[in-house]
């Protein structure tokens, strides 16, 4: 895929590392000139040192042949004047860190998709990690409900039972659904008879945040 990235902080180079890294046509937009300079230097992608708001800066970016445009800077202004920009160029793609709620209608209105306040979504994600050490991951939603990983463990009662033996039984955390396992290298949805075992990273649906003893149950 062929995408602009604007702005090359945290978010925006670690992005066009990993597009890029992936095999994907990154051209990356950054104002600031000690931070372009560093992704040069770091970055194996396209750097255009210049503000979106510049005359041509997109049409040197080649954005009409661009699928995505990805707006990741600090101010909503930038993103939306990218946003727009990427709109009148008719990128199909288009995503943007929005950093005040009150902001998010107008990006909606244009046909973007949003990331609202990632510095609040990291903070839930540490605290989420924090209250419930007995899992390997936790990804709270702004509904209450989570998505996490955790190991299978020696001592697991699931290990060896199959997932209609382990809803019979009631094994499970209440209102917690596996919705993936990791077992080596292989990536699987589990059926009714699919059969856990000891090792397997199993990935979670949970209406609430896990506690500590209904955890014990992945014998992590």
């Given amino acids: 895929m062929r995408m602009i ?4 902080g945290t978010i925006g180079g670690t992005l066009a590392a990993m597009a890029s890294e992936a095999g994907h046509e990154v051209t990356l ?27 041509g800066i997109l049409e040197e970016a080649d954005i009409e042949h661009s699928e995505a445009l990805i707006a990741t800077t600090g101010d909503d202004a930038t993103n939306l004047m990218a946003v727009m920009l990427a709109k009148e160029s008719e990128v199909e793609n288009r995503i943007s860190i929005v950093n005040d709620q009150r902001h998010v209608r107008m990006f909606e209105d244009l046909g973007a998709r949003v990331l609202v306040d990632p510095e609040v979504l990291i903070a839930r994600h540490l605290l989420g990690l924090l209250l419930q050490p007995g899992l390997k991951d936790v990804v709270p ?29 009631s094994l499970m955390p209440k209102d917690t659904l596996i919705i993936c396992l990791r077992r080596g290298k292989k990536v699987l949805i589990p059926r009714g008879d699919t059969t856990l075992a000891e090792g397997d990273v199993i990935t979670l649906y949970s209406s609430h945040p896990l506690s500590s003893k209904e955890s014990e149950i992945f014998g992590s």
């Fill in 5 to 8: 990235i604007i702005g090359a």
């Fill in 29 to 55: 937009i950054e104002q600031d000139e000690g931070r372009a300079d560093r992704a040069g230097r770091d970055l194996d992608c396209r750097i255009l040192k210049a503000d979106v708001a510049s005359g």
């Fill in 141 to 169: 939603m702004e509904d209450g409900t989570q998505v996490s990983t955790v190991t299978l463990g020696k001592a697991s009662p699931l290990a060896g039972r199959t997932l209609v033996e382990i809803g019979k039984e």
